[in-house]
């Protein structure tokens, strides 16, 4: 759950090939810190994002270390593709950081080789609180029957970004409960009466797909593999490129052109999909007012939504598993750590930090309000599972979409590519 989404998707496409597929772990019992005895501890805490994320990070590692004079953090981060990379040759040789951040595609991977701890032996002693986990979040960093491998620091949920005066010149007023037949409808009456295109690519977001296919009482993933057919993935891609062709869907030529920044930001199309607290960027990039509405629906109820999040893990071979503990219980519950933070991550996980932190900007309290009546209409849901290979699975369908929206694959032959591939990354 990075920042900067488009930035994160083209990492995906260069970090998570066979690489880390073949990461294997044969030092499980190295840890990453220092000290012993009676003397000060050092634990390596590493994470990925921009410079704002690393220094409120910063001061909230000395608040800590305020509070806890023996242990010393030495702070490593870096940007979201250079992160991944560093982690891949740390991890293989034993000696990742001790506390780390994770993100739900990569659990089940990273636990598959052993690089996770389970922290709920921690909560068990005493040395970190599972308590007062907002909206059923803590469950987004479980695997395989109930394994703590990741602590929530905020939350998500996808929501849909429209460029407010374009859909006001229109004349559409989204409502909660909307349908998906109601949408394009939308769609077409922004083509038509102010000559933009509606969407800029909805059906290459693998997150957005999940939910309609949870709408239809089905999901991307099972515990170990797809959870859908070849012939849902070619409708889903065959619609698609139909609306690309009649142009309610933005030329995907003129998308490519305007990355790093959004098309909708560019004024490309009218609409979104993403996680809502990626809503801030657009704002910064153009010069119109976005908003946030809801999912469309098949039914006029369920969205299909979760929370998801992102999240600290541990090394499974520390040598300090109880400080790693306490860092991590300090760093998701204490208030002060709530206020710097902000919703930087995501909607702040625990009811201590949210409650704490109250946003005074327009985009973050329409991010909070957003998720207020989310929770409120009780349309949130168990989390999809994300099995091991998620990560490859969802670069390629970014890839292969990519190419479905250019016309250079049918969407039959996709879809059957797309299956190989991930039954590859499962395999791996």
């Known amino acids: 759950m990075p920042t900067n989404w488009d930035l994160d998707r083209r990492g995906l496409l260069k970090v998570t090939g066979g690489s880390i597929a073949a990461l294997g772990l044969t030092a499980a019992g190295c840890g990453g810190g220092s000290g012993s005895g009676d003397g000060p501890v050092t634990l390596r805490y590493a994470w990925w994002g921009g410079e704002p994320r690393a220094v409120a990070i910063k001061k909230t590692i000395a608040l800590f270390e305020k509070k806890y004079p023996k242990i010393k953090i030495k702070p490593e981060f870096t940007d979201y593709e250079a992160f991944w990379e560093k982690f891949q040759t740390q991890a293989s040789g034993?000696?990742?950081?001790?506390?780390?951040?994770?993100?739900?595609?990569?659990?089940?991977?990273?636990?598959?080789?052993?690089?996770?701890?389970?922290?709920k032996s921690q909560s068990d002693a005493g040395n970190l609180s599972l308590e007062n986990f907002r909206n059923g979040v803590l469950t987004s960093g479980q695997v395989d029957g109930g394994k703590q491998v990741g602590i929530p620091v905020g939350a998500n949920t996808m929501a849909l970004v429209i460029d407010l005066n374009v859909f006001k010149k229109a004349g559409i007023e989204p409502k909660f409960g909307w349908t998906w037949d109601e949408y394009w409808k939308a769609l077409q009456k922004i083509q038509d009466t102010q000559k933009v295109a509606g969407d800029t690519g909805y059906f290459g977001v693998m997150y957005m797909y999940d939910l309609f296919l949870r709408q239809h009482g089905k999901a991307f993933f099972t515990e170990t593999g797809l959870?859908?057919?070849?012939?849902?993935?070619?409708?889903w891609w065959k619609d698609g490129y139909t609306r690309v062709k009649a142009g309610l869907v933005a030329d995907p030529n003129?998308?490519?052109?305007?990355?790093?920044?959004?098309?909708?930001?560019?004024?490309?199309?009218?609409?979104?999909?993403?996680?809502?607290?990626?809503?801030?960027r657009y704002e910064g990039e153009g010069d119109s007012d976005y908003g946030l509405v809801s999912i469309p629906t098949t039914d006029g109820k369920q969205t299909g939504q979760y929370l998801s999040s992102l999240m600290l893990s541990a090394f499974t071979g520390t040598k300090h598993?109880?400080?790693?503990a306490q860092f991590i219980d300090f760093m998701v519950h204490d208030p002060e750590v709530g206020?710097?933070?902000?919703?930087?991550?995501?909607?702040?996980?625990t009811t201590e930090q949210y409650d704490a932190?109250?946003?005074?900007?327009?985009?973050n309290k329409a991010v909070a309000a957003y998720e207020a009546e989310v929770s409120k209409a009780g349309v949130l849901g168990k989390m999809t599972p994300q099995p091991s290979g998620t990560d490859v699975v969802e670069a390629a369908f970014l890839r292969i979409g990519g190419e479905v929206a250019h016309g250079k694959t049918k969407p039959a032959a996709a879809a059957k590519q797309f299956f190989g591939e991930a039954k590859a990354a499962f395999a791996g």
């Open 94 to 119: 034993g000696n990742p950081p001790d506390v780390f951040q994770n993100s739900v595609a990569f659990l089940r991977k990273y636990d598959k080789r052993g690089v996770l701890m389970d922290l």
């Open 227 to 235: 959870g859908f057919t070849e012939a849902d993935l070619t409708q």
């Open 254 to 280: 003129k998308i490519d052109q305007a990355k790093p920044a959004s098309g909708l930001s560019k004024g490309l199309a009218a609409a979104e999909f993403t996680w809502d607290n990626f809503s801030v």
């Open 321 to 324: 598993p109880k400080e790693v």
């Open 339 to 349: 206020k710097i933070m902000g919703y930087d991550r995501g909607i702040l996980a």
């Open 357 to 363: 932190y109250q946003p005074t900007d327009k985009t």
